[in-house]
């Protein structure tokens, strides 16, 4: 399918375990992101990147790893989850830095 | 404090009237301005898109910029239940145009009660 996905849409872990957030584009994107989206705090960035192998990190990126080996993939990994991920994540994509952003469906992610 | 500010609502109108959506915010520096739509349990999506001060209409949407005040607006005119979402202000300057880097609001989460 065409577009952004996110997969799992849904996660259950345990405090203490790595989390693999999976995000593919069919765009061929430069851009993609990496966001949590909270009540009362909106969205905030995670990490992002320019390019395959470019990352760099966001505003909350602690306990947080991504990679980029190909264009098309921006995993997100939480190392060793804890109860404070538990969120609802969202990937996007933009063609190029100021164009727009384009989002995946999220991962909601319960961390007990 | 942070950069940018949205009241959460919930916002509750009855369908016809005119909402008014708004963002306050501290960093001179933000010269784009956007605002997104998000239904429940999706992701986001752009509606406007402004640059600098000024209004941008997109047939019942009004984008509105007051760079003076820091304070920008989203009206919606004769608001449909369809309408019923979040909205989302964002926000970035000329130094994050290499990176794309986004400062979201809270959100505002509308309700149009048919």
């Known amino acids: 399918d065409a577009g952004i996905t996110q997969s799992p849409r849904y996660k259950i872990t345990e405090t203490g375990r790595q989390v693999t957030l999976m995000c593919h584009q069919t765009w061929s994107h430069s851009y993609m992101f990496w966001y949590r989206q909270d009540l009362g705090h909106g969205l905030r960035l995670i990490y992002y990147s320019a390019a395959a192998d470019i990352t760099d990190k966001g505003e909350v990126s602690d306990g947080y790893v991504v990679s980029r080996s190909k264009t098309e993939n921006f995993p997100l990994t939480l190392e060793s989850a804890t109860r404070s991920q538990t969120s609802v994540y969202f990937c996007?994509?933009?063609?190029?830095?100021?164009?727009?952003?384009?989002f995946g469906p999220g991962t909601r992610l319960l961390v007990l | 404090q942070k950069e940018v500010e949205q009241d959460p609502g919930p916002l509750s109108v009855p369908e016809g009237a005119i909402v008014s959506l708004n963002c306050t915010y501290s960093n001179s520096a933000f010269q784009y301005f956007m605002w997104y739509r998000q239904y429940s349990r999706k992701g986001p999506e752009l509606l406007m898109y402004t640059y600098s001060s000024g209004n941008k209409e997109d047939g019942r949407f009004t984008a509105q910029v007051d760079k003076s005040s820091k304070y920008i607006s989203l009206f919606i005119r004769d608001s449909q239940p369809s309408d019923s979402a979040t909205y989302l202000c964002?926000?970035?300057?000329?130094?994050?145009?290499?990176?794309?880097?986004?400062?979201f609001g809270q959100g505002t989460t509308l309700q149009v009660k048919p």
């Open positions: 996007a994509s933009s063609d190029r830095a100021q164009e727009t952003q384009y």
């Open positions: 964002a926000m970035r300057g000329l130094g994050s145009s290499n990176t794309g880097k986004l400062i």
